[in-house]
């Protein structure tokens, strides 16, 4: 095996890694709430930051 092979081989690995510990984080009953109190954020028009920086 080339290098570009066990990069890619390692980087699939991690990335797998990294997914299934970010799906046993969300499907947790222990954080049900606190997931459950942030679905709605992104859709927020009520944010107390109006994203002006310059004070302007």
Same mark, same amino acid.
């Given at each position: 095996?080339?290098?570009n092979d066990w990069v890619g081989t390692v980087l699939t690995v991690v990335v797998?890694? &990294?997914m299934v510990?970010?799906?046993v984080y969300a499907l947790r009953p222990k @954080? *049900?709430?606190h &997931?459950?109190?942030k679905k709605y954020m992104p859709l927020d028009?009520? *944010?107390t930051d109006n994203g002006d920086k @310059? $004070? $302007?």
């Open positions: 095996m080339t290098a797998f890694c &990294l510990v970010v799906y @954080n *049900r709430e &997931l459950e109190s028009d009520e *944010r @310059n $004070g $302007g």
